[in-house]
């Protein structure tokens, strides 16, 4: 084993995958939800995605940050490429290393610019509708990752690496409140990636090296830590994306272990994605989201794809 600057013994990739998936052998039982692959979404050769990060949807259309590209690729909900949203640069409606989306409820696209240090918003269409540049209380300029967005779009909750922090702003960009700072205590976080609502309207926040998920109301109050440091079914090690089901449960991308696992909302494990008996192995699952059919869509970064999934009931 090595040890990383953060003090956590890191497992070779192998032994990590042999302590989850053949830990269970002799008896014990690994707790599978079924989740049934349907296709993949890559955009084909012309249009192929490079690194992606994060998905969302809409009833008709999917959009995916192909960050590798400098944009957001939209596809209808077979995976066919239809257009795309934003090009490399500084000027209104381009991006540069997009990183985290969301959407309102009139549609709006809601793009977490990483480089340009704001969110960058669209219309349906693909058609530039304002950039909020973002900066913390002091003045200094914010490097979003994720965002969520309320409903009516009035209000936005955006994860912050430079102060390993939380963000809220209103639709114009200006500050409201942040809470976090660098640590491993009950509300901060060690580099916060994903931010979501729960379907109690909760903020779900992965905090990818404290290896945790943590609930919060929306003024900041500390909830509940989902997960905690391991290698073993209901534990996490490098948690990245989290999607909520039709159930309310929350779903949990691992790109260490290459595995998505369900928790309920009080931190209980519950089960690892599979069918057949065997979990599904997704190399670096990052960003996901359900849509309305409780289909799964499991960004993998690396593998340059989106993966599709019919999740049982």
Do not use: C
């Not at 696209?109 to 219309?123: H, L, M, P």
């Not at 929350?250 to 260490?256: F, G, I, P, R, T």
């Not at 997704?282 to 999934?309: A, H, I």
């Amino acid at each position: 084993m090595t040890k990383t600057k953060q003090g956590i013994n890191k497992y070779p990739l192998w032994l990590a995958l042999l302590l989850l998936f053949a830990g269970h052998a002799g008896g014990a039982v690994l707790p599978l939800g079924e989740a049934r692959a349907l296709f993949d979404i890559d955009g084909g050769t012309a249009t192929q995605l490079s690194l992606p990060s994060d998905v969302a949807t809409t009833r008709e259309r999917v959009y995916v940050v192909d960050g590798g590209n400098h944009r957001i690729a939209v596809f209808d909900r077979q995976g066919k490429y239809l257009f795309a949203m934003g090009r490399e640069g500084e000027g209104p409606g381009e991006l540069t290393a997009p990183v985290g989306i969301a959407l309102d409820e009139q549609g709006r696209v809601y793009v977490a610019d990483r480089g340009n240090g704001r969110i960058e918003v669209f219309g349906s269409a693909g058609n530039p509708l304002r950039s909020l540049q973002l900066k913390h209380q002091d003045g200094s300029p914010v490097r979003p990752i994720d965002v969520a967005v309320e409903a009516d779009g009035q209000r936005l909750y955006i994860t912050s690496n430079d102060r390993h922090s939380v963000l809220v702003v209103d639709a114009t960009g200006r500050w409201i409140r942040e809470w976090g700072s660098n640590g491993a205590e009950e509300g901060d976080f060690r580099y916060p990636a994903t931010i979501t609502f729960t379907r109690e309207g909760k903020l779900a926040v992965t905090d990818v090296l404290n290896t945790r998920i943590q609930l919060f109301e929306k003024n900041g109050d500390f909830l509940v830590q989902v997960g905690r440091w391991g290698v073993l079914p209901g534990q996490l090690f490098r948690p990245k994306g989290i999607a909520v089901d039709r159930q309310g449960h929350l779903l949990v991308s691992d790109s260490y272990l290459g595995v998505v696992q369900a928790f309920s909302d009080d931190g209980t494990f519950l089960y690892i994605l599979g069918s057949k008996n065997q979990p599904h192995r997704l190399g670096t699952p990052v960003g996901m989201t359900v849509d309305n059919e409780n289909r799964l869509y499991v960004v993998r970064m690396q593998e340059n794809k989106v993966s599709v999934f019919a999740l049982g009931n």
